[in-house]
Each structure stands twice: as C-alpha cells, then as structure tokens.
C-alpha cells in the first residue's frame, strides 16, 4: 500500500472520529444532575475528564452574568458558615453549579456501546449577602447506547443513537451548615433518588459541514425525605465545520443551542413551583483533535427563559480532555 493511501485513510478516520465527537451525545439537566457530555462515536474507548460550571443570576428584569462578583469558576474550599436565607431578589444574588467528572467508555462490540461518569460536585449560592458552598462525590451515571444506524462515507455521514441510563444516588444528600440546619435539596451534592432516562442522537454530515440533534427525557425518583425533580425534556442542536492544520491536527467550531424544560422541584408527589426550568441557551465551541487526543471546549449564554422568582439561568462553560484507545 502506497504512503499516499495509508495517509488518506488514516485523515479519512480522523475526520469521522472528528465528526462523531462533535456531533456526539451532548445532554443536560444541570439542575436535575444529569449531563452526558461530549464522547466520540467511532467505536473507541475512551476516558474523558470534564469540567463543567453553570450559572444563575440576577432576577426577572435584571441582568444577568456568567461569572458574578464573588463567584468562582473553578472549585472552590467548601465554606459552611453563612446563614441559611431565602430568595428576595437581591441582584448580587446567584447559584452556581460545578461538576469535574471521570468519564469511562467500553464498546462490548461495534454498536453497543456501555459507558460511566463518577462525577464531583461542587455547588454554590449566595443569598442577601451569604455565600455558602459545599462539595462532594456526586451521583454516578450509568447508560448505554445502540447504534442504529451508521453510514460513514467519503462526503456524506449519518448515524442514529439510541441510549437509556440510570443515575444512582451516590451523592451526599444531607449536607448542613453548621447551625445544623440542611441547605436545599439542590444545593446538595447528590439528589438522594435513582433517575432513569432515554434518549435519541442523531448526526448528520456534507462535506466538511455536519450538524447533530440530541433530545432526551428523564424520569426523576424521590429521595427518603420525598423530595425530588419533576421528569425532564433536553434537546441539543449543535452546527459544526470541519478544518484541518497539518497531517494530525484538526479544529471543528461549532454553533450549539440548547433547550430543557422540567416542572422543578416536587414534594411528597406535588410540584413545589421552585427551580421550574424552561430556558433556550446558544453559543460556541470548538473541539481540537491531535491524533487520539482531543481538547472540547464551549460556552452557552441564555437567550430566552419563561418568568420565575429565582436567580435566573445566566449560562455554562464546558472544558474535557479525552483520550481515545
């Protein structure tokens, strides 16, 4: 075989590996403490490592920032102290959520993929001048994917992917300040419950453009204090180009929109009105490949979010590594 061959082929298999990361399973419901992230779909294990920040801010009628006076961005030390107050419409007010996650995919054979994530939890909140943050192992996801279909040709791409999961509640769910009194169930590291979820991906590519559409719905269980989260929609539309620098260095940015709904927190079986989600977010990304490496980074801000009482939702940050083997 020629070296010219060997060389195309090998391209040829790093843009569809390039393809499948970009377009690959990208799902979330922060709040609810499921979010799927970005894996490739060439039939590679892989490990990842993900950091992911998202941010409310500032109330209905005010602004409203990815990065408010006071928050960090990173993790930060666990700071127990402040008081515990409820929302009454400070500006500076704002909740923060922060997750670092070990990501695991196994392909038992060349269309049924099983995958884990071991995630630690860092969440934040100011209320009317207090800040409190707490942090922990959080709830491991468990899920698996099918590969429906999956058509790979030189200039047109397509595939489907069909997945269903778990959520175990791993977490820590009774964490206090140190008045003894329990911050809120979403505060908490985990969600005391066992959710389920399915979902559907779908990719397709022309030439060097490509865009993939993710929705999924979450089933939400109850803790043992009957607290939990109405079940939830997400849908992930991300519109990506292909841009190759030199034999093994390849850059794909990325338009993404993303929309989730869930009815918020519940009570013993009724839905408390708090943390009621239905908000649209878009931005960019891009993902970096060099060889069996690949660097994902992308930024959301929010477009539209139906009125609510609580800091509003302001965006998130993305940043993984991933290693395929």
């Known amino acids: 075989m020629s070296l010219s061959k060997i060389n195309y082929i090998a391209n040829r298999k790093l843009l569809i ?39 409310f801010n500032g109330y209905n009628g005010q602004s409203h920032s990815l990065f408010p006076n006071g928050g960090k ?8 102290n402040s008081p515990i107050t409820g929302h009454a419409g400070n500006p500076d007010d704002y909740e923060l959520y ?16 099983i995958n884990a994530i071991l995630p630690y939890v860092s969440n934040s909140e100011r209320y009317n001048g207090y800040t409190s943050t707490i942090g922990g192992i ?29 959520k175990l509640p791993t977490g820590k769910n009774d964490f ?38 993710n929705t999924s719905y979450k089933v939400n269980g109850t803790n043992n204090r009957d607290e939990g989260i109405a079940n939830s929609t997400t849908s992930f539309l991300n519109i990506f180009y292909t841009q190759r620098i030199g ?8 338009l993404q929109f993303f929309y989730e709904y869930s009815g918020g927190e519940k009570y013993k079986g009724t839905k408390t009105g708090e943390h009621v989600m239905n908000n649209l977010m878009g931005g960019a990304g891009a993902d970096i490949f060099y ?7 992308g930024m959301q801000k929010n477009m539209w979010e139906a009125k609510t009482d609580h800091p509003m939702s302001a965006g998130k940050v993305y940043i993984g590594l991933t290693y395929n083997f």
Do not use: W
């Open 247 to 254: 034999r093994d260095v390849q850059v794909m940015p990325s």
């Open 17 to 55: 590996i390039a393809f499948l990361l970009i377009g690959s399973n990208v799902f979330a419901c922060d709040i609810c403490g499921c979010f799927m992230g970005i894996t490739p779909y060439y039939n590679r294990n892989s490990i990842s490592l993900l950091y992911r920040y998202r941010s």
């Open 73 to 80: 961005f990173f993790i930060p030390a666990n700071s127990q």
């Open 98 to 113: 922060r997750s670092m996650e070990i990501r695991g995919k196994y392909f038992i054979n060349s269309k049924l993929e």
């Open 176 to 213: 206090k300040n140190t008045a003894g009194i329990r911050y809120s169930s979403l505060q908490q590291a985990g969600t005391g419950s066992t959710d389920g979820f399915i979902y559907l991906n779908y990719m397709v590519g022309l030439g060097k453009f490509g865009a993939s559409l």
């Open 291 to 297: 060889k069996n490496i690949a660097l994902n980074v």
């Open 138 to 166: 959080g709830d491991i996801n468990l899920y698996g994917g099918y590969h429906l279909v999956q058509k790979l040709e030189d200039n047109f791409k397509q595939q489907l992917i069909a997945g269903a999961g778990i």
